[in-house]
């Protein structure tokens, strides 16, 4: 079955602080990942996708296709990262069908 | 130059009623989806167009739950006899592009549906 899992539900830092979200994945084949972030107020939106190997306001993430993991990372936290934060898995059927984990509201506190 | 555009914002019903949720993509955008996000979840996949097709409708969740998007553009997400356990926030994404696994959904601000 294909799932995403994301742990932690809150993750709270300071600002300035290292950030790691995690996210683990089911997948039978060759997975396509994706973070999404919804800001408080505001619409749900790409932040990064696996293929394009891009860093988006300092976020990075790196697939593990042994850990089958996809975590979100930034050395630096910023309060402006404060959102919620939702792993995807791209589904089979190449539809563009997003699989969503359940989230992580980050909190970077001053 | 809009996003994507929901409406209603919000709806309040009573059980038993029927709801019509509309959603106005991106103009030019051929794949369009419906998400069910419950509160404290991510969001859950409904059903998928590659423009008047419905292709994906295999996260309806019961025969209640109806789709349509006739010429291709707008869509509209019908839900009859609604029950209390359909309370959630409803999203629409639309992308550019058919079938291409990598493609970035543009998401609207969703439908809060509450049912009393």
């Known amino acids: 079955a294909q799932r995403v899992t994301q742990p932690e539900k809150l993750l709270s830092v300071f600002k300035g602080a290292p950030v790691e979200l995690k996210c683990n994945y089911s997948y039978s084949g060759s997975p396509e990942l994706f973070w999404y972030v919804q800001y408080s107020r505001q619409r749900l939106q790409l932040l990064l996708r696996h293929i394009s190997r891009e860093s988006i306001k300092g976020f990075t993430a790196d697939l593990n296709k042994g850990e089958t993991s996809f975590h979100l990372k930034k050395p630096f936290a910023q309060e402006e990262d404060s959102a919620m934060y939702y792993c995807a898995l791209s589904g089979s059927g190449n539809t563009g069908k997003l699989i969503f984990g359940q989230g992580t509201t980050l909190q970077v506190k001053p | 130059g809009a996003g994507v555009s929901q409406s209603p914002r919000y709806k309040v019903a009573k059980r038993g009623q029927d709801v019509a949720l509309r959603c106005d993509p991106i103009s030019g955008h051929v794949s369009l989806f419906w998400y069910q996000q419950a509160l404290g979840q991510g969001p859950e996949f409904l059903t998928y167009?590659?423009?008047?097709?419905?292709?994906?409708k295999s996260g309806l969740p019961s025969d209640r739950f109806f789709a349509e998007r006739p010429e291709g553009s707008v869509s509209t997400l019908k839900i009859q006899r609604t029950q209390q356990e359909d309370s959630a926030v409803y999203l629409c994404?639309?992308?550019?592009?058919?079938?291409?696994?990598?493609?970035?959904?543009?998401f609207g601000s969703g439908t809060q549906l509450s049912v009393l």
């Open positions: 994404a639309s992308s550019k592009r058919q079938g291409w696994v990598n493609e970035k959904l543009f």
């Open positions: 167009f590659q423009n008047e097709a419905q292709l994906d």
